[in-house]
DNA sequence: CCCACTCAATACCTCCAGGGTATGATCAAA
DNA sequence: TTTGATCATACCCTGGAGGTATTGAGTGGG
């Protein structure tokens, strides 16, 4: 049995005529006759009785009419449901963020995604860098979020936005006072530093930009992340560099303070990463979102 | 799209390598390479990724294995409901009963037919002998079930059971008192005929026995049915010949007697009817049931 | 009562597509 | 580098789907 079969059946069925369903299906009477029968004669049944003004169907036919009906709806469907699938409008994906760091971009572009995608599952999974990296190469999800990407082998890289750094200092702190907070000063004031982990990190980047201008900082500790090193700088262990999207991280006693007199580069990038070669269409379509995230 | 390629892509998605699905395929390679290509061409979505290790599924593809394995079982489930339905095990039947004669044979042979069929719905339409033949006529029952009935030119009859007949008397009725009741004795008593309606009937029969022995009735009175006759009966209206099954009708004050010097054939047939050339395989099953009951 | 009409069924032909064999291309592991 | 495994390509062959012409059967109108 074909579907060939049903659709000529469904035809037949509904004309009750053999040679108006033949012209309803463009094809001559005498083929549509012969697929008839050979179906008839596949399923041993017999579907219609033919009278001198057509054919009517069967009880058996008009059960299998339902059903005939019913798969073939149930094709269309799988074929527009799979077609969806193939161009990133209906599945999953699998996304991994860094501890708490997401505060401002990565909503955002969740949620850009899901307006163009309502019907893609987005699965949120917290991971470090290093986490990221593994569970990418065991396919375990599609893309990472992450800052400070070395290239890999076999993972792509791609920025999603960039961010200015401040400095996050206690209200009553001496620099809190100065109007306009020179890099150097931070040579004199011990450092909070996160995170901690897989190298390079935002760590590196901050004591680069330090010995870029000839000192190196007094680190005061390092922590996990931007809401810890935050919570210690409200402790008074020191000061931080924040990226700017932390200043919704909102902590009493804290203020966040640009600094001048920068070194060049003075900022921090946002990526994504994800397997090179990975060809799922949903990956393309949320890297679409991404790319047009970081226009904006 | 045919239902060979959802067979072919299943056993790919199944094997994950194209060579050992053709072999379980009992096919080569090659075709059911292009078979595939095919199947994602007209998708237009890749289904597979091609490794040099085999073939995986896409999320695409996952989706559509999914939707092909639900198609493929619907099929398998048409075909074997249809056959079903062919062989007359599944499906529906009405069929005509008549007033209230129906006391002991009819339950008795739906009961069976139940048992041999339980996936046969089975549905009972009361109606008279007239509206039997024509809704057998309009194909809205295909059985039903009458005595008395002549041979019609679009109809087929066949004989279920047949029945001896006893008279209804009241227990106080100077013929209950009789060791025997000769037959001929009913020229002396008012009968109580049924039923009323399309000619010949049960009526016919008894008047006709009647002048087989050289008298006519006298008519007390003509009712529609069996109980209604035995309840005139109980009310003194006179005597009233009932075919044996209604002896279950248990009527205080009257007693079923049987009569001595019969007449030949004195008894009536139970006979259900059935469009000539009717070939459904639901009426064949019950016309077999029908059969086999009235052997035993 | 017969003829014309309408359908489905049959006979026979053509051609495409599904299946086969042989071979190529690619990648991984030895 | 070689070997083995796997999928893709090239090319041929045959079965079957579709086409045309015709037959057979049953109905209704003249």
């Known amino acids: 049995m074909d579907l060939r079969h049903l659709r000529y059946f469904v035809a037949v069925a509904e004309e009750e005529n053999i040679g108006r369903a033949a012209a309803r299906l463009h094809i001559s009477q005498p083929p549509l006759t012969r697929q008839i029968q050979q179906l008839e004669e596949e399923l041993g049944v017999t579907l219609f009785t033919r009278t001198p003004r057509g054919m009517t169907l069967t009880q058996a036919g008009e059960l299998f009419l339902d059903e005939a009906r019913n798969i073939r709806a149930l094709v269309e469907q799988a ?23 997401i505060l401002d971009a990565i909503p955002k572009l969740l949620l850009a995604f899901r307006n163009h995608h309502p019907d893609v599952k987005v699965v949120l999974h917290t991971m470090t860098k290093a986490e990221q990296i593994e569970a990418l190469r065991q396919r375990r999800i599609s893309v990472g979020f992450n800052r400070m990407l070395a290239p890999l082998e076999d993972l792509e890289t791609r920025q999603v936005t960039t961010e200015k750094l401040l400095l996050a200092v206690r ?18 004031h011990p450092l909070v530093l996160f995170p901690t982990g897989a190298r390079p990190s935002f760590i590196d980047k ?7 201008r000839g000192f190196q900082p007094k680190i ?6 931007a809401v810890t090193g935050v919570a210690l700088v409200a402790g008074g262990f020191g000061v931080c560099l924040v990226p700017e999207s932390a200043t919704t991280l909102q902590f009493p006693g804290v203020v966040y303070a640009p600094l001048s007199d920068t070194p060049p580069n003075f900022k921090v990038d946002l990526s994504c990463l994800y397997r090179k070669g990975d060809a799922s269409p949903i990956l393309a379509a949320f890297l679409q979102t991404v790319a047009e ?4």
Request: proline share 3%.
């Open 79 to 101: 074929t527009e449901r799979t077609q969806r699938a193939g161009q990133g409008k209906l599945g999953r994906i699998d996304v991994a963020i860094f501890g708490s760091a």
């Open 171 to 188: 209200a009553d702190h001496p620099l809190a006072r100065l109007e306009s907070i020179p890099f150097a000063e931070l040579q004199h």
């Open 206 to 212: 901050v004591i680069g930009l330090c010995s870029e």
């Open 220 to 225: 005061s500790q390092e922590v996990g992340d």
């Open 293 to 296: 995230y970081g226009k904006s």
